[in-house]
């Protein structure tokens, strides 16, 4: 079974950045779609973005021209890098093949306050 570990989340200021990686086991990482994903407390787990194997991206309305996601075949890692972030953008972040093909990891909690 596929493991996802996420790292590089924190408390940030409204404004500030945060860089969140996720190393994936897969063997066959480079031929996956990847993609972030977060969850508010007493909210649904909603996509905020994905990246092709091609390396293609895709973001949802709420994060597109803040947030980039890459990716590092070699390392089997995924970034989100974040910038402008907004107290709305408070969740537990998740990374995981495109449409959630593998078990979750445990997340990278990031907070956004003032």
């Known amino acids: 079974q596929v493991q996802l570990v996420e790292s590089g989340g924190g408390l940030v200021q409204p404004g500030g950045s945060l860089r969140l990686s996720c190393t994936a086991s897969?063997?066959?990482?480079?031929?996956?779609?990847m993609s972030w994903y977060r969850q508010a407390p007493g909210k649904q787990r909603e996509l905020v973005a994905t990246i092709s194997s091609t390396h293609s991206p895709n973001y949802a309305g709420s994060v597109k021209g803040r947030f980039t996601i890459s990716r590092d075949n070699a390392k089997r890692t995924v970034y989100l890098q974040m910038n402008s972030l907004k107290p709305e953008d408070t969740a537990v972040y998740y990374c995981?093949?495109?449409?959630?093909?593998?078990?979750w990891g445990q997340g990278t909690q990031v907070s956004v306050s003032s």
């Open positions: 995981n093949g495109d449409g959630s093909i593998w078990n």
């Open positions: 897969a063997a066959m990482f480079g031929i996956y779609a």
